[in-house]
Every structure is written in C-alpha cells, then in structure tokens.
C-alpha cells in the first residue's frame, strides 16, 4: 500500500523557522496529526488540523493542509534547540480506530 | 497518573526465545495499540485493540500475537524470536471522539517503549 511520505531529515539554525512536510494517502482522513517524538521517548500528540481547515495556528506552530495535493506542512517559527527532535505526521484513513504514521523527520537545530 | 507503563525497557533474547512485553494504561482508554519503530521506517502498528477481549491485525502481525484481557493491560507476545524482530516497541492507547465539526478524533498517548535485541 501507499506510504505517508515524509523526507528523513532536516538541519535548520537556531532562530530560523523549520518546515516539515509530509505526502498522506486518504484524502477522507477526518483529521491529521503531528507528533513529537525526543530522544529516548514516546511520541507526544504536538498539534492537529480538522480536514476542512486550510490553516491552524498554534504559538510557533503553523500547520497547512492542501487537500488536493494530500499535503500537510508543520511550520516552527523561531526554531530553538529544544526543538531537536524527529516529527510525525499521521492520518486516520478509513476511520479512526488506527491511525498511520509516516516515516518521521529528524530536526536537527544548530546553535 | 502514570499514563502508559512498558515493561521491561529493554531486552535481550537469543533467537527461538519467547518473551511478553506488558503495556498498562490508568486511563481508562478504549484503544490500544502496539507498534514497532526501526529506523526510516516509521512506526508500523503490529496489532491492536478496541476493547476488553477484542484483537485486530496491524501492518506487521506475523510473529507476535496479543492479548487483552484486562481493559487496562495489552500484552505483546513473541514465541520464537527471530534477529529481524530486533526492534524497539511502543505500546499507545488512545480515545476516540467527535467534535462539533463531524468526524472522529483519535489521539493516542505512548509509553516509553521497550529496545529489544534479538541475537
């Protein structure tokens, strides 16, 4: 089956914005989520955009969504070290009992 | 609270070995579920649950089985470990909801996962 496509890696300085995208699969995915996995850790629910949104703005956090193209971006603004950490997105396709993960992206912030 | 609990944190087995990794959730969550995690591939669910005595098939089965007996508790077996099942495991569970806008939400809340190596 398809894959929720993510690019593996991403090296930003500290103060700049980081954008993260990701190509999903179902296009009647309800909503869509970005988590926050640090090292050594679960994953942590960061934000989520119902379907019929093009944008949720959450602090340093803009999420956009393009329908058409099945494409999610995760916008952190102001990047710092503490945000170091490998981001997620996820769908619910067909549903909501489970949820599909991408591949991850690594963030890495340099100082 | 003490949210999602794995036991062990890690484990190292010989191949053929069998072993039970336990997840505990104090939430009172419906869902649960297991995934492994290995690197550039994602998290892939391996089975899960939508409630006390029920079981599905994930991604990934073949290999493990599981059992939920208790609401709280969902338990990862493996009966005859293999090297390619060295991986690190996440147990999650969730609740599901709708929201005024229609649809279904499903957030789910992971435990600290378990590194297994299997030689």
């Known amino acids: 089956g398809e894959d929720v496509e993510q690019s593996l890696f991403l090296s930003v300085r500290e103060g700049d914005s980081s954008v993260i995208n990701c190509t999903y699969t179902?296009?009647?995915?309800?909503?869509l989520y970005w988590y926050k996995q640090e090292p050594g850790a679960g994953l942590q629910l960061l934000t989520y955009?119902?379907?019929?949104?093009d944008m949720k703005q959450d602090q340093r956090l803009t999420v956009l969504l393009n329908k058409k193209d099945k494409h999610l971006s995760l916008r952190i603004a102001d990047t710092q070290t503490g945000d170091s950490a490998i981001y997620f997105c996820?769908?619910?396709?067909?549903?909501?009992?489970?949820?599909?993960f991408g591949t991850g992206t690594k963030l890495q912030v340099i100082p | 609270n003490a949210g999602v609990t794995q036991t062990p944190k890690f484990r190292v087995l010989k191949t053929g070995q069998s072993m039970t990794l336990l997840c505990a959730q104090d939430?009172?969550?419906?869902?649960m579920y297991w995934y492994r995690q290995d690197p550039g591939m994602g998290l892939r669910l391996i089975h899960y649950s939508v409630g006390e005595g029920t079981t599905a098939k994930g991604e990934v089965p073949d290999g493990y089985n599981v059992s939920r007996l208790k609401k709280q508790n969902f338990l990862l077996g493996l009966e005859s470990a293999a090297p390619s099942q060295t991986s690190v495991y996440f147990c999650?569970?969730?609740?599901?909801?709708?929201?005024?806008?229609?649809?279904?939400?499903?957030?789910?809340?992971f435990g600290p996962g378990t590194r297994l190596t299997v030689l």
């Open positions: 999650a569970s969730s609740y599901t909801g709708t929201s005024g806008r229609g649809g279904s939400y499903n957030e789910q809340f």
């Open positions: 955009i119902f379907s019929n949104m």
């Open positions: 996820a769908e619910t396709p067909g549903g909501y009992q489970k949820v599909t």
């Open positions: 939430m009172n969550h419906e869902y």
């Open positions: 179902d296009s009647s995915s309800t909503y």
